[in-house]
């Protein structure tokens, strides 16, 4: 089995180079229109290119910061080939990866497949707006070809998987062109609870561009990483509890984490069925709905998905992009004691100034919707998963079914492999300690993993056993959060609120969201003063309800793009810390 990783990523270089320098070469004496708009830079984006690692053009083509319809648009004008666009991100990457390592392994196939991809164009064929373009997946969702998918862990380094994930698939099937896998957490963070965000055995530590010495957010870290740094313009990654929407706001991407049964995780390394879901990653919203349009749909290995039947839109969630005008009329919801009291006055701050635009711009915003028992399911010091525990009621908390779930479902997944002896989790938990100075199977061996692996050993001494705990555990986190969380918090006074605004950077909003299983898009917003790190603003709603969640956060989007010298919007990275190599990574969090 081939695996292009982090070490051949230079051999690769040198197969690229002299290609990629033919397809640039004329990036100096190259012309254009200047009355084309095809060719100028995304206006999310501040208009100076980053002083480090600036990105070199692409046969005369600006790429930094360009979206899926301005890719599409230099492809139809045949300014760029598939193969163009594939080499470029390449150098991109090739560019940045010592510094910030979002990539795990290359794809060796991605130059064949967007060549083919590129005769198709020629021929006619356009299979939709993903035709062509490249992109990441986590590398816990499996891709039946030439790439390892490993959880990031040595431990399923040799696996072969039976198929393609669905969602993987799909792509395929839209045309999109798959440039490799993205580093992350490992095992999604479910392996140890005292860790390095970003960091697994195999991928070693990701880090963010705005400040390599921090949280760069997790589980998903590569593929936020790489979107917000221009290797691609869309990835996928997973959530169980944060995980999508986490590393986005703290890269300054959008996220959208999906409805619990809306994307399918037939393929994916599970953690928990009750809450795993698959999300996108995008510089913008419309680029992250492109992702979600083509991943979305009942697959019959994913029996959760059938909850999506008559709820989602025949033709997508793009045609509920709006522009700022959308937001006249519309009503929204700050659970100000529930989440915004926990943010740190700085966030709170620039938040509410962008609150205060969105209102100027004609929407009705309602403060004190809170969740009616935020004080029994919110933890008050930070994102905490065990928080029923913490309170004294196992019977309570999220973490009594995650536990449960990832030692049944984890065995399910190990079942389809070959390839392999790992079949359980017992087996994990000894590969992880008989390979120590590697997986850090014991506390005080591995940086990284400072408590070893308590997150597995929690798991395996649960035996899988669903008993009267488990379930009581399970009822309480879904309707606490459900139709006594969010939902009562939507029917506040009766009012038709349209969605919750939040601040993610406080880790309880998503983790709320990720036990009721319901849906959340994070827009970049802001960036500290203190620590140079991103934050932003989140939108929630109830169960499938992201046509709503989509056209408001591409309204607000629009009115951050279009109100002249607003600042509360995607920046590019300042590169704070880009020579530190720190491990683990600092746990800074304001909000949480």
């Not at 045309?175 to 957490?185: E, Y």
């Not at 698959?278 to 510089?283: P, Y």
């Not at 006249?328 to 006055?345: C, M, Q, R, V």
Request: with cysteine; hydrophobic share 35%; charged share 20%.
């Amino acid at each position: 089995m081939w695996a292009w990783t982090t070490t051949s990523l230079f051999t690769l270089h040198i197969l690229l180079v002299c290609t990629f320098s033919a397809s640039t070469s004329s990036q100096t004496t190259s012309s254009k229109d200047p009355s084309d708009t095809t060719y100028q830079r995304n206006d999310l984006a501040s208009n100076a290119t980053s002083k480090f690692f600036p990105m070199p053009l692409c046969n005369g083509v600006r790429l930094e910061e360009a979206t899926i319809d301005q890719l599409q648009k230099y492809m139809e004008k045949r300014r760029l080939t598939s193969v163009q666009v594939v080499e470029c991100y390449m150098q991109r990457l090739f560019q940045v990866e010592e510094t910030i390592n979002p990539v795990l392994q290359l794809n060796p196939d991605a130059l064949s497949i967007a060549k083919t991809l590129d005769d198709e164009r020629k021929s006619g064929h356009l299979r939709g707006p993903l035709h062509g373009i490249p992109f990441l997946v986590k590398d816990n969702i499996a891709t039946k070809d030439k790439l390892q998918t490993t959880a990031g862990s040595w431990a399923l380094y040799g696996s072969i998987v039976p198929r393609d994930a669905f969602v993987v698939s799909r792509l395929r099937h839209a045309g999109a062109a798959l440039m490799g896998k993205a580093t992350l957490s490992e095992w999604a963070d479910m392996r140890s609870n005292n860790y390095s965000e970003g960091y697994s055995a195999r991928g070693g530590q990701s880090r963010s561009s705005y400040n390599l010495t921090v949280n760069p957010g997790g589980s998903s870290s590569g593929s936020a990483i790489a979107v917000a740094n221009n290797v691609v313009t869309f990835a996928l990654g997973t959530e169980t509890d944060g995980s999508v929407i986490n590393p986005a706001e703290r890269n300054a991407v959008v996220g959208i984490k999906p409805t619990v049964g809306l994307t399918s995780r037939a393929g994916v390394v599970p953690e928990s069925l009750h809450q795993d879901t698959v999300g996108t990653f995008g510089r913008t919203v419309r680029d992250a709905v492109y992702a979600l349009d083509a991943i979305y749909g009942v697959d019959s290995r994913d029996n959760a998905t059938s909850s999506q039947t008559g709820k989602t839109p025949a033709k997508g969630y793009i045609q509920y992009m709006a522009t700022q005008s959308a937001l006249k009329g519309a009503t929204f919801g700050l659970p100000w004691k529930s989440f915004w009291a926990l943010a740190d006055p700085e966030q709170q701050s620039i938040l509410l100034e962008l609150v205060d635009l969105i209102k100027a711009a004609g929407a009705t915003i309602i403060n004190g919707t809170e969740l009616p028992n935020y004080e029994k399911i919110v933890s008050p010091t930070g994102w905490n998963w065990d928080y029923g525990t913490t309170r004294g009621y196992p019977n309570e908390s999220e973490y009594t079914v995650v536990k449960v779930d990832f030692y049944n479902n984890i065995r399910s997944y190990l079942a389809e492999l070959e390839g392999t002896d790992i079949r359980t989790l017992e087996d994990i938990v000894q590969y992880n300690n008989d390979n120590a100075g590697s997986e850090g199977g014991r506390p005080g061996i591995n940086p990284a993993f400072a408590s070893g692996q308590d997150g597995l050993l929690a798991s395996l001494a649960t035996r899988g056993v669903m008993d009267s705990t488990y379930y009581e555990a399970l009822q309480f986190c879904q309707s606490s959060t459900r139709e006594s969380g969010i939902d009562a918090a939507l029917d506040h006074d009766n009012l038709s609120i349209d969605a919750l605004l939040v601040p993610p950077d406080v880790g309880q909003t998503y983790q709320i969201a990720a036990q009721a299983g319901y849906p959340i898009i994070t827009l970049p917003t802001g960036v500290h003063s203190l620590s140079g790190m991103p934050f932003g603003l989140a939108l929630m709603g109830t169960a499938f309800s992201e046509a709503a969640l989509i056209k408001y956060g591409s309204a607000i989007e629009d009115l951050q793009q279009q109100r002249s010298g607003i600042k509360y919007k995607r920046t590019l990275p300042q590169w704070l810390g880009f020579q530190e190599r720190n491990i683990p990574v600092e746990a800074q969090c304001f909000g949480c």
